[in-house]
């Protein structure tokens, strides 16, 4: 049987998934564009342009042997021009589920403000049916979960640093103008609210009742929280992403 092949060529931070800018992928029969490129190893969610022999197409364009195909990131900023954009615009506010492996990156979300389901023994199906039924964004390491059709928002963290994966997060779904730190329980995603001294002071250690004026609770598991409170490294990764200095005092809670 006489086997085709088509080249692929990914761009800019596609590379760090396909490995190599191109490559003649052998495809035997039709195939559609979004088997071959996820057969190199990219997500559909990771693609925001797909251009076969010069002309812009879809993920079920059919492949047949001896096209060229491009395939370009999201263009997060302006979308490509006359082209077919294949990134749906984000769920807005910012929602996440992430996988178990990523549970430093899900409390950083959390103290960031963003609503963030994470469970440490969710398994594949239970995270595709949260992403897609509560309108999510999938982040995780594992592109074979990506790669399900059902799954229409989702990102792979190039970096295993957390802060990295933040920093990537960030600038892929422009988190920075969206930022309320402070106001989300990094334990149990809950909502934080402001309460008095007098309300939890049977809570406090010596040193904090003393010390300390400003407090919030999680509505959900009642923990509290108090400025200097998982200062390090959060309070670093927060200023990072707004680009201003640490500050003593908790974080502005957004009006």
């Not at 042997?65 to 506010?93: I, Q």
């Not at 178990?100 to 969710?122: E, K, M, Q």
């Not at 009642?222 to 959060?234: A, E, I, K, N």
């Amino acid at each position: 049987m006489h086997v085709g092949r088509v080249v692929v060529r990914c761009y800019a931070t596609l590379l760090a998934l396909a490995g190599e800018p191109e490559q003649q992928v052998p495809i035997g029969s039709t195939r559609s564009v979004k088997d071959v490129v996820e057969s190199i190893g990219v997500p559909h969610v990771e693609v925001g342009l797909l251009v076969v022999d010069g002309v812009a197409v879809g993920f079920d364009h059919l492949l047949h042997g001896g096209e060229r195909v491009a395939v370009y990131p999201p263009f997060t900023a302006l979308p490509p021009a006359g082209g077919l954009d294949l990134f749906p615009e984000p769920p807005d506010p910012r929602r996440f589920v992430l996988d178990v492996h990523l549970g430093t990156l899900a409390r950083r979300l959390r103290w960031l403000g963003f609503d963030t389901w994470w469970s440490n023994d969710a398994d594949d199906d239970e995270l595709a049916v949260v992403a897609v039924t509560q309108r999510r964004i999938l982040l995780s390491r594992d592109r074979g979960l990506l790669m399900r059709r059902a799954v229409v928002h989702g990102y792979c963290p190039r970096s295993d640093d957390p802060e990295l994966q933040l920093l990537e997060v960030a600038e892929r779904y422009r988190l920075a103008p969206r930022l309320a730190p402070g106001t989300r329980c990094i334990r149990c995603n809950g909502a934080l609210v402001e309460v008095t001294k007098g309300a939890v002071a049977d809570r406090l250690p010596p040193r904090v009742r003393e010390g300390q004026d400003e407090f919030r609770r999680c509505e959900d598991c009642d923990q509290v929280y108090w400025p200097g409170t998982h200062h390090d490294p959060l309070q670093r990764v927060t200023c990072r992403a707004q680009g201003r200095r640490p500050t003593d005092g908790f974080p502005p809670a957004p009006r």
